[in-house]
């Protein structure tokens, strides 16, 4: 009989998985339990993602069984399925979020305690072995012991719950048999220098974890609430949407809100990059963890502290890091041929030369043993996951929002970016950019334009208020204040009747002469939009505006052009408009076009080989964005856009485009050399310990410091700038 199974998405945290090997043990033993359906590790992260209709206890025990601590759980979502029988449901413990281990100093970590206990107990046998020569056997073989047992463990665990070739495994055979042939001293230091790899390993993967989750510290604990005119400090944690909040000069802003009174500097560099603060008024929108600069706000809280910008950016990531490149996928099918492959080399070593050419037995295990230990993938399968994750954080903390390390890696290999225009290319919100004077001073025009606008929110009238107070003018009082639909308004100031319109509207009752229709036509080229003023029947002035472009999106679009990628813009705007801004721009056009028809084009450019990033802000984007090869949605887009688009720039610069490739193509360089150390340095131990050049220590000191390096070389992608566009 065939029902319903209702299945659970649990987001575990796990502390000491720290390469991809302990992903693939973890990974392989909960894939063969029983109930599990999917299972997602990701390693940067520090995380197991499980679908389940099984009791979480049994997968945490599992977890713990392979050497492993979970130290917090969160419930993500219920998910239903058709099961046959009967499935038990899963009943999700509430988010829990409790100290993981990357919050402590390295020593008060169980691998830390363990390394620094064998590293003592080596120590002891060692001055033992010097002071009482006959017992210098057994105390190394005791203080190989505390090392090993733990690790042997972890082995047979692992071997059990399906990963028989495990890195401990391989330890283990090469440590026992180092006591068999009789190198119990040399076996002793092995395990030691094991234990300091891995201690080193979780120390570098604490860092890269570290860099995201610093973000969260970003917020503050508390925050100002207003109720019925009061006062009172509650935990950020608790605000709720649409509740108001003062935020005292110099103070985090403790949720995302709009504005409702007051002026501010806000320093935004901490979650976008922005360098200088950017200057707000009421209406417009902050984000949690920037920091106001010179005056009291009072805001509406906009997103509960689960959805607030920070955790947003956290969640993005966290979830990117689980999203592997083609790259990652590549190198983790090929370890799983390359570790039995090293295990039967090494037998074929220790045993074929004795056999057939009458080598010495002892000797040919030992260069065996040895080849185990150079063969352990750890930095082989670490080189791309560990330079990915420090990317991902890197471009985090600089405002850029990848969803995965495939996307990390297709961005590099765009050869053509088309941009939507308004929104994108410019602000998405009218400025006023010529006032002329006829009959009366710009100041004049200005002036009475902006009284009759007083109180209006529409774009064109906020565009002339916010000249207007750019000047410091001050506005005369207005009466008998008339709207006429379509046209334009009209009122009495300073006993003049003044009237605001379109070109059109003001002809009817006062003509243009033609030297004012040539002015207004040149104006219409370069795709401003004109209003005249009118004064008792006469013509004070026009005042042009027009959607500008950013202020760096020229800049921005020549850093794309000069490193190989054609720049088109696709845009719903009249062709008049469009030219102009394309022109002032230097960038190619597509107008007047639909949203379907912007997915048409990528679709044509994909057709002819071009590799397309599609960038957007809008809801009419969200067809290209999905179509592109690479989907990004401009900051202060819609939720469609975001949600549609592969990767998000956060700040809304266009030179942040480039940021993205540029940190794509820095991360494809930096794993390459991680790669080419990884294998580099086992090729060359393997040569040195079939001829006999070197032995048991440093086939260990190969694999430990191949990983480190591996790890510290990826680790340089999260010093790269923070506030300032990357440079290619």
């Known amino acids: 009989m065939t029902e319903t199974a209702m299945l659970a998405k649990v ?23 029983r ?14 993602t499980v679908v389940t209709d099984d009791d979480e206890d049994l997968i945490r025990n599992q977890i713990v069984k392979l050497g492993y601590r979970v130290t917090g759980s969160e419930f993500v979502e219920n998910t239903s399925a058709r099961a046959t029988g009967g499935g038990t449901s899963l009943e999700p413990r509430p988010e829990s979020r409790e100290p993981a281990g990357d919050g402590q100093a390295w020593w008060q970590t169980r691998k830390g305690k363990l390394t620094i206990g064998s590293g003592l107990a080596l120590a002891t046998a060692f001055i033992i072995g010097k002071t009482a020569p006959a017992t210098e056997h057994w105390a190394f073989l005791l203080a190989m012991l505390v090392g090993l047992v733990p690790i042997g463990r972890r082995a047979v665990a692992a071997a059990g719950a399906g990963t028989p070739f495990s890195i401990e495994m391989l330890m283990s055979i090469a440590a026992v048999g180092a006591v068999i042939i009789g190198a119990t001293e040399e076996a002793a230091t092995v395990v030691f220098l094991f234990l300091i790899g891995e201690l080193l390993e979780g120390v570098a993967a604490s860092r890269a974890r570290a860099s995201i989750q610093d973000l969260t510290k970003l917020v503050p604990k508390t925050a100002r609430l207003e109720e019925n005119g009061q006062i009172r400090e509650v935990q950020a944690d608790t605000l709720e949407v649409g509740a108001t909040i003062q935020i005292r000069p110099g103070d985090r802003v403790p949720g995302d809100g709009v504005i409702l009174s007051g002026e501010s500097a806000i320093d935004e560099a901490p979650v976008t990059g922005e360098s200088t603060p950017v200057r707000k008024r009421p209406d417009a929108t902050v984000f949690a963890g920037t920091v106001n600069g010179d005056g009291l706000l009072r805001v509406r809280v906009t997103a509960a502290a689960a959805d607030n910008t920070i955790a947003r950016v956290v969640r993005l990531v966290e979830e990117a890091q689980e999203s592997k490149a083609p790259t990652e996928r590549f190198i983790d099918r090929f370890s799983r041929f390359y570790t039995p492959g090293v295990v039967a080399a090494a037998a074929l070593v220790a045993v074929v030369p004795p056999l057939v050419f009458g080598g010495e037995w002892s000797g040919w295990i030992y260069k065996g043993l040895a080849i185990l230990l150079i063969g352990c993938p750890c930095a082989l399968v670490i080189s791309t996951p560990a330079a990915i994750a420090a990317a991902l954080s890197a471009g985090a903390r600089r405002g850029l929002l990848l969803k995965g390390g495939a996307v990390l890696e297709q961005i590099g290999k765009i050869t053509v970016a088309c941009f939507d225009k308004t929104g994108t290319l410019t602000s998405g919100k009218p400025q006023v950019t010529d ?4 009959a009366r001073s710009e100041a004049d025009v200005l002036r009475f334009a902006a009284a009759l606008e007083s109180g209006s929110s529409h774009p064109l009238a906020t565009a002339i208020l916010t000249r207007a107070a750019v000047k410091q003018i001050s506005l005369p009082p207005t009466s008998d204040s008339k709207a006429i639909g379509g046209k334009g308004i009209r009122a009495t100031v300073e006993g003049a009747e003044v009237f605001l319109g379109s070109p059109k509207a003001v002809a009817e009752f006062c003509p243009l002469t033609t030297e004012q229709e040539t002015q207004i ?33 020229k800049s921005g679009l020549k850093l794309l052009t000069d490193a190989g990628i054609r720049t088109v ?12 801004i394309g022109k002032q721009l230097s960038i190619d056009i597509e107008a007047e076009l639909l949203p379907e028809d912007k997915q048409r084009i990528v679709g044509q450019f994909q057709k002819a080989g071009w590799s397309v990033a599609k960038i957007g802000d809008g809801i009419n984007d969200a067809p290209a964005l999905a179509a592109a090869d690479v989907g990004i949605a401009m900051g202060g887009g819609t939720d469609v856009a975001l949600e549609t688009a592969d990767a998000a720039v956060l700040h809304g610069r266009v030179a942040d485009v480039a940021a993205m490739v540029d940190l794509s193509k820095r991360t494809m360089i930096n794993i390459r050399q991680n ?48 506030t300032e566009p990357f440079q290619s």
């Open 11 to 33: 987001r575990l945290r796990v502390e000491g998985m720290d390469c991809t090997s302990c992903a693939t043990k973890i990974e392989n033993a909960l894939h063969r339990m």
């Open 35 to 48: 109930g599990v359906s999917d299972v997602i590790v990701s390693v940067s992260a520090g995380t197991v």
């Open 435 to 438: 006032i002329i004077g006829f």
């Open 521 to 553: 036509a040149a104006l219409n080229d370069e795709g401003k939009t004109v209003s005249l003023v009118a004064l008792d029947g006469k013509i004070a002035g026009a005042i042009a505006m027009r959607d500008e472009p950013r202020p760096d999106a």
């Open 569 to 580: 813009m696709l845009t719903g705007d009249n062709r008049r408009t469009a030219n102009a």
């Open 675 to 722: 790669i080419a150390v990884a294998l580099g340095l086992k090729a060359v131990f393997l040569v040195t310990t079939v001829v006999g050049l070197t032995g048991l220590w440093p086939a260990i000191l190969a694999d430990t410091g191949a990983t480190v390096l591996v790890t510290m070389n990826a680790l340089r992608l999260l010093r790269l700038p923070t």
